[in-house]
Structures are given as structure tokens and as C-alpha cells.
């Protein structure tokens, strides 16, 4: 048997047979090389986009620090704020609850002055007396209306108050009826403060006077004429003030007749305001 020839056509066999594997298992390699690069860019990627998601978060992080950072000073701005409101709101109760007791003390005060006032009134000498009987009837009316605050009120009676202060420091005269007499007839009344009442007659020869402790009109004597005319005339402008002569009348020794020894009182004039102005002062 001839084994040369049979070894020479088996290496020749091989020889052919090994390159059809070579190639294969070269493609083999490529392909696993390709594929290798493939998931090594995918993963690439991957990570790319992972690394801008956490540059992103990140940042946002950090905007997130920076925001709570703001709204922590500005939390304990407010809480301070609140805080101190809640001091205010709790002077502000304290300062209600005063308010209210204040009120409360206040509307028996204000009833007392009105009814002190309107006492003080009646006794007082009767001038300008329709005008002061309507203020002090609408003081009453004013203490029981509803819609009125009790600020306005007490603000509305210390008015009356002033008012009737200020009728002691001035001198003035108007025309009106006697008041307090049934009798018809129209006087020149003249107010020295509220020391003393005066009436003149139209035609300026009768004076007289108002006695207070009797309440009652008295004729003054002839020989005081002059006095009350003057005292007329510094109270409606046409004289420069001066100093004024007139009687007080001792209500023990009066009478209708007026005796002689009346007791003459010197009166220094004071401001003289018309009559005018005065009713505009009693506006309430």
C-alpha cells in the first residue's frame, strides 16, 4: 500500500479545508469586535446622558439651595412679623376692652353734664334764653340717638360747655322780647358777661334789670339811664370800651320801686362781640 501518496492528497485536503475556516472565524471575530464597539458606544452614550441629567440635577439642586436659603430668611422675617402683630393684636383687645369700659363710664358722665348744664341754665340770668333751651334740648336728643358715636357726643356737650364759658368774658346786646314774661314787648336786652342782664325801651327812656334770686324784671330808677345807654352803645360798637358804671341789685332790699341806696358796682368793660356773632357761636 502506498501511505506517501495517501498523507500527500490528505495535506493537500487540509490545505484547502483550513482557509474556509480561517475566514469564518475571522468574520466571527469581527463581528464580535463590531458588536464589542457597538454596546461600548451605546454605553457611552448612556453615560453622556446620564452625566448632563446630573449636571442638571445639579443645578437644579443647587437653585433648589439657593431658593430654600431666600425663603428661610424670608420665613423668619415673617414669623418676626407675626409675632410682633400678635403683640399689637393683643394690645389692641387690651385697648378695646378699655374702650368699651371707658364707653360704658362715659354715657352716665354725659347725662350728669347735660342735666348739670341744663340746672345751671335755668338758674342762670335769662339771655339769649330760646337759643340756649334749644341747645341743650338737642343735647339730650343727641344722647339717645343710635347713630351717633359716643366720641361726638361728649365732643358735642364739652361745645355747649365752651360756649356757655365764653358768655362770661363778653358784653353784647340784641332786640327780642322779654323773656320769662307773658308780656308783649320788644326790649333792647344788654348782656354784661354773666354778671348782669339789661333791658333798654325802644325809645331808650325806661332801663331795667333782671333780678336773678327773685327771677324777676325790675325798672331801674331814672338816675341809671345813662349808665345802661352806655353800657348799650360799647355792646353794639358806637363807643370805644370803657370802664362801666352800672347797678347790682341786693336782692334782699329790692323791689318794684328800687330803692335809692341800690349799691353801684364798677365794671370793667370786656371784648365786645356782636350779636350776630354770638348766635353763630350757639350753632351746634
Known amino acids: 500500500m502506498n501511505y506517501s501518496a495517501i498523507w500527500s492528497i490528505g495535506l493537500l485536503a487540509g490545505a484547502l479545508i483550513m482557509p474556509a475556516q480561517a475566514t469564518s472565524e475571522l468574520d466571527n471575530i469581527i463581528s464580535s469586535k463590531q458588536q464589542s464597539q457597538a454596546q461600548a458606544q451605546r454605553t457611552q452614550n448612556n453615560i453622556a446622558e446620564l452625566d448632563e441629567q ?5 443645578a437644579e439642586y443647587r437653585a433648589l439651595l439657593r431658593e430654600n436659603a431666600v425663603l428661610t430668611v424670608y420665613t423668619n422675617q415673617l414669623e418676626k412679623q407675626v409675632a410682633q402683630q ?3 393684636l393683643i394690645g389692641l383687645e387690651k385697648n378695646m376692652a378699655s374702650v368699651r369700659e371707658t364707653r360704658m363710664e362715659l354715657t352716665p358722665l354725659m347725662q350728669q353734664m347735660v342735666q348739670v348744664l341744663t ?3 335755668e338758674q342762670d340770668i335769662p339771655f339769649l334764653w330760646q337759643e340756649r333751651q334749644l ?3 338737642e343735647l339730650s336728643r343727641l344722647l339717645d340717638h343710635p347713630n351717633i358715636s359716643v366720641a ?3 365732643r358735642r356737650i364739652l361745645e355747649a360747655y365752651q360756649i356757655e364759658t365764653e358768655y362770661g368774658d363778653t358784653i353784647e346786646t340784641w332786640q327780642a322780647q322779654l323773656p320769662l314774661t307773658d308780656a308783649d314787648k320788644t326790649v333792647q336786652l344788654i348782656r ?4 348782669a342782664l339789661y333791658y333798654l325801651t325802644p325809645d331808650h327812656k325806661i332801663a331795667g334789670y333782671w333780678d336773678n334770686s327773685n327771677r324777676t324784671w325790675l ?3 331814672a338816675t341809671w339811664l345813662p349808665k345802661v345807654k352806655q353800657a348799650y352803645e360799647v355792646a353794639d360798637n358806637k363807643t370805644v370800651p370803657t370802664l362801666l358804671a352800672l347797678p347790682l341789685l341786693e336782692a334782699a332790699k329790692v323791689s318794684e320801686a328800687v330803692p ?3 349799691p353801684e358796682t364798677v365794671l370793667k368793660s370786656v371784648p365786645v362781640h356782636s350779636a350776630a356773632t354770638t348766635k353763630s357761636q350757639e350753632a351746634l
Open 54 to 58: 446630573t449636571s442638571e440635577t445639579v
Open 119 to 121: 340746672l345751671f341754665v
Open 152 to 154: 361726638d357726643k361728649y
Open 135 to 137: 341747645r341743650l334740648a
Open 219 to 221: 325798672t331801674l330808677p
Open 192 to 195: 354784661v358777661g354773666r354778671v
Open 260 to 262: 335809692k341806696t341800690v
Open 86 to 88: 400678635q403683640q399689637l
